[in-house]
């Protein structure tokens, strides 16, 4: 699930509205502690309060895709497909 809600969120995030990016952000900083991914949790809540911070969102995209290879790594993707593609 995790994988699946990082894969959405960066397809969607650079377009998305200061509201809804901050929802986004906060929506995921739940699933990013549910998988012990702290680092991406707090920056998670720091793009909610600030979702204009260019530099907090690029840290919190370099965050969401080491959390999400991490994931991959411990079989925490969505399917078997999605673990296989990280072992090629």
Do not use: W, Y
Request: some cysteine.
């Amino acid at each position: 699930m995790f994988v699946r809600q990082a894969d959405e969120i960066v397809k969607s995030l650079p377009g998305l509205p200061p509201a809804e990016r901050a929802a986004l952000a906060h929506r995921l900083a739940g699933s990013a502690r549910g998988i012990g991914a702290f680092a991406l949790a707090d920056c998670a809540t720091g793009v909610e309060a600030n979702p204009d911070d260019a530099d907090r969102l690029e840290r919190f995209r370099r965050l969401l895709g080491e959390a999400r290879a991490e994931a991959l790594v411990i079989g925490l993707g969505t399917t078997e497909r999605d673990c296989q593609k990280t072992a090629r």
